[in-house]
């Protein structure tokens, strides 16, 4: 099972901060709905047709810029899911992005959304630093049978 953070995106307006968890696995999916600029006869926007296109998510972190190839997961629906890597989650902070999809039968010219944040919120729980509590709580049982042992040496002497 996947979570993925659905977000709708009108490649004419400004998208909201994207909020991905430090560590975690299943929030840095990223699933995302392109609009078209051109609204139905009711007024509503109308999903943008990605069908045989290619989707990018491109995501400055620090000084490098990396790029995440999306999965057009429902092209007629102009819908595309990305996997934001493990190593751009490993840092928190607030980093730019954005969408480019590509056309690579010419039918339409690449278009990008807006600039938008993707921000890596920092998590309490930190790999490196976490501590193997089983061993330890292991550890502290033995001593405490070692001091039980004591104890009973002490008495029958």
Known sequence: MQDYIP?????????????????DHLSRFLRVQIFDKDLDENGDRQPLNIVGCNARLYMETDDNLAF???????????????????????TAGNYRAEIVISD??????????????????????????????GQFSALENALNNVDSF???MNTIN
Not at 69 to 90: K, L, R, W
Not at 113 to 126: A, D, G, H, L
């Open 68 to 90: 995440i190839d999306g999965e057009v997961t429902d092209g007629e629906m102009g819908i595309t899911t990305f996997s934001i890597p493990n190593g751009a989650t490993q």
């Open 7 to 23: 977000r709708e995106i009108d490649i004419n307006e400004k998208i909201e901060t994207v909020t991905v968890k430090q560590y």
């Open 150 to 152: 004591r104890d009973e």
């Open 104 to 133: 690579p039968t010419g039918n339409f010219p690449t278009i990008s959304t807006k600039e938008f944040v993707i921000n890596v919120e920092q998590s309490v729980r930190v790999p490196s630093k976490i501590e193997a509590t």
